[in-house]
């Protein structure tokens, strides 16, 4: 199969608008003509190789940026939110969509939004007597939701935020900076024994951190702190411009970019990336180089897309002992099921059955694509006899050409096609026939139920 013609028309006119060129200059300064440029802006022709080598040669672009981030997520975002009975049996073809997603990715956007609102409104039915006498029962858009999309359509990178972390983090460690910020802001902290991760009290300047959770943990929430604290005006723009529909959203968002400064501070962006190709992507190093957990080094090395400075492309996710989702983000092809839990034959499922060890897999998925994936269990004890203790799995991982690049790659067979396991995003969308632990039936494919005849599956997927 031929490899899949670039459009790129959204990102040539942001490329474009960014540096104030009209669409004649453009045109010249890529030698090409002002009609093949309109083509290719409006999707109705391919980005030529010879376009994409002058974008490299006369602004410096990134082109790995043409072909990643938001198109590819909505493509997947639509294609399982049509999967939804809702629809009927015929889904627009894949071409279709990615057109969508090309051209009018606001429409798209609103379609999901609308889908959502749809589902929120089938569950809210469902539990209708919880509802009633209930101020404020009325539909509403899952604030989670909202944010959970904000963070995963920035690709999980947000650029002002990230180099303000970097810029505070200094030459120096994250914890020399968030001690000598306390002290310039007049500001006591005090480790207790106490259930409460973190209180600030303003009154009286007094910043209290748990001493009962991890080395790592606790520098995360001063810093944390540090980020409500300083970098208040840089949030609040941010928030501006995302224009979250509640007042629940926004306050969520702002705990999350909280969190983001707080993880970009420990892990700061150049620094980390130089240690991360050093170690080539060893996570236990990375850890203890930077004093973090293997989940703070594995959610951030997913976040490594700065413009002409961009990392591994990673997917990250977290799950929890039901196989609920519970964090996910991808830079990669590979998009996460919106709805239920991963695919039972991805290996972060197992990861539970071997705490404290990295589980590798090779996975292909069903568009053909190959992955390297790690999993691996992480505890949260609560820090006493009677605390509840937390427990998850991740899973990191990357497409197979960048393989070479992680030490968990050495030893393997990349080149046998029987080493790679097939895995899928959700069953509703899953196209694999034969598929031994298939929940429900593919929504786009036709059934067949024979029955006096039962093979793997109570029917037969054409």
């Known amino acids: 199969m031929g490899a899949r013609k670039l459009y790129a028309g959204a990102k040539l006119r942001e490329l474009r608008t960014r540096l104030g060129l009209t669409q004649r200059s453009f045109a010249e300064k890529l030698g090409i003509s002002l009609p093949y440029l309109n083509q290719m802006e409006n999707n109705h022709r391919p980005v030529s190789a010879a376009v994409v080598l002058a974008l490299a040669h006369e602004f410096g672009f990134d082109v790995t940026e043409l072909s990643t981030g938001e198109a590819e997520r909505l493509v997947s975002d639509m294609r399982e ?15 279709d969509l990615r057109l969508v997603a090309s051209n009018a990715p606001a429409l798209a956007r609103a379609f999901l939004g609308l889908h959502r609102a749809y589902v929120q409104a089938q569950e809210r039915l469902a539990s209708l007597d919880e509802a009633l006498g209930q101020d404020g029962a009325g539909l509403r858009l899952s604030p989670w939701e909202e944010v959970r999309d904000f963070f995963h359509y920035c690709d999980n990178y947000i650029d002002a935020v990230d180099r303000a972390a970097e810029r505070f983090a200094g030459a120096g460690d994250a914890q020399s900076a968030a001690l000598a910020q306390l002290e310039k802001l007049g500001i006591t902290l005090r480790i207790e024994d106490s259930d409460t991760l973190r209180s600030y009290d303003a009154e009286t300047r007094v910043l209290r951190i748990s001493g009962r959770v991890a080395t790592s943990t606790r520098l995360f929430q001063l810093l944390h702190q540090i980020a409500l604290l300083t970098q208040e005006p840089l949030i609040e723009a941010t928030l501006d411009l995302a224009r979250f529909s509640s007042d629940a959203a926004r306050a969520i968002a702002k705990t999350g970019l909280a969190n983001y400064f707080a993880g970009a501070a420990l892990l700061p962006y150049e620094r980390f990336l130089n240690a991360a190709r ?73 990861a539970f059955e071997t705490p404290g060890r990295f589980l590798r897999q090779l996975a292909e998925t069903p568009d053909g694509v190959r992955y390297l994936c790690l999993a691996r269990a992480v505890t949260k004890p609560g820090g006493s006899f009677r605390a509840p203790v937390q427990r998850y799995a991740i899973g990191l991982g990357c497409e197979i050409r960048h393989a070479g690049a992680l030490v968990y790659a050495d030893d393997m067979d990349l080149s046998r096609r029987a080493a790679f396991e097939p895995i899928g995003i959700s069953c509703r969308i899953c196209e694999r026939p034969d598929c031994h632990q298939r929940s429900v039936p593919p929504l786009e494919r036709r059934l067949t139920i024979d029955p006096n005849c039962r093979a793997l599956l109570p029917y037969r997927v054409q």
């Open 81 to 95: 939110a049509l999967a939804d009975p809702v629809f009927g049996e015929e889904a627009p073809a894949l071409a």
């Open 278 to 350: 050093e170690t080539r992507h060893d996570l236990e190093r990375l850890a203890g180089l930077f004093g973090a957990s293997i989940e703070q080094v594995a959610h951030r090395l997913s976040t490594l897309q700065r413009p002409g400075a961009k990392g591994v492309p990673f997917f990250f996710v977290r799950v929890d002992q039901a196989g609920t989702i519970t964090k996910r983000h991808s830079a990669t092809r590979l998009q996460f099921a919106r709805y239920g839990g991963a695919c039972p034959l991805w290996n972060v499922h197992q």
